[in-house]
Nanobody, 115 residues
């Protein structure tokens, strides 16, 4: 059983930054691919970034150069650092664990970029 709890969502001004955190329970964490996805109103959920168990990363083009995904296997936590935030980054951000063909999702954390 995997439980994911996100935190760090906030209202930020354009050009601002924030860091999202996702605390995971379950012993499979260190073997899994972890990621962040987001869903804006009226749009489909989309990939933001993923990180493998050995630290290989992948980013959506829309956030590449502005985002850094990292993980702390000792504390079962994955992070997403974002800078230069723009209104189009406004969305609910979801933490994801992918392991043995199963996707696990957190409840989401709201990020709003507005002046």
């Amino acid at each position: 059983q995997v439980q994911l709890v996100e935190s760090g969502g906030a209202l930020v001004q354009p050009g601002g930054s924030l860091r999202l955190s996702c605390a995971a329970s379950g012993r499979l964490f260190r073997f899994a691919v972890m990621g962040w996805y987001r869903q804006a109103p009226g749009k489909q959920r989309e990939l933001v970034a993923t990180i493998t168990s050995v630290g290989s990363t992948n980013y959506a083009e829309s956030v590449k150069g502005r985002s850094t995904i990292s993980r702390d296997n000792a504390n079962n936590t994955v992070y997403l650092q974002m800078i230069s935030l723009q209104p189009e980054d406004t969305a609910v951000y979801y933490c994801n664990v992918y392991y043995l063909g199963i996707n696990y999702w957190g409840q989401g954390t709201q990020v709003t970029v507005s002046s």
